[in-house]
């Protein structure tokens, strides 16, 4: 059943989006916790769908588990859009334009880079 | 322990997600199941967390469970992403801007819509 894949994924997922955007935001005031697991999470999605796609690489169980389940969790935009918000609340807004910008733009890059790595790492090890 | 109930809202978050994002999706191209995951848990992320901070409902254990474990899980930042990525790559530059402006605008009005409705949902029954 692909549900409980998911489940697992999206379990494992949020504790460590949890855990890891707490340890980074420690101490700043820009959001730089959400956007470093947006950042890392679009990164390794990237890796992963291009190795699936290119090489064929993991079962639907696989994907389920870690595309969908881990790093659909892992990753969010709610809290992007919360943390986004309150800077237009707050008047900020050089720090929403920053925070938009930021997520949007290295959130795609790290798609890109996911996906040359997919290609470098699978052609070295066939 | 929090990490729990961050685990037990990211487990029904990634399942609800894929399920409504499924659901929705079907038929269509434009990649409408993410944006309206997406739009649904920055609304509900908006109503929780002005009805906790104005109004000081629910518990941190509460928190956890729903705005970091369910809503951080049930939208996703690393699939909208890399199906933006995809459009790029397709040469499809009006479908990349569309999804990027809808996502971004949609989710951002969703917490203020969200916020309207804390206001008034807890004015009226106090």
Same mark, same amino acid.
Do not use: A, M, N, P
């Given at each position: 059943m692909l549900l409980a894949y998911v489940a697992i994924g999206g379990m494992l997922g949020a504790v460590a989006r949890y855990v890891l955007s707490g340890v980074v935001q420690? $101490?700043?005031? =820009?959001p730089v916790g959400t956007l470093s697991v947006n950042m890392i999470g679009s990164f390794l999605l990237g890796f992963f769908m291009f190795s699936a796609e290119y090489f $064929?690489? =993991?079962?639907q169980e696989i994907r389920a588990l870690i595309a969908v389940g881990f790093l659909g969790s892992f990753t969010t935009m709610s809290t992007f859009s919360y943390e986004s918000f309150r800077m237009l609340m707050e008047v900020n807004y050089l720090g929403f334009v920053q925070n938009v910008i930021l997520n949007l733009v290295t959130c795609i890059l790290a798609v890109y880079a996911g996906r040359v790595l997919a290609l470098a790492v699978w052609r070295l090890h066939p």
């Open positions: 420690d $101490g700043h005031t =820009f $064929g690489l =993991f079962s």
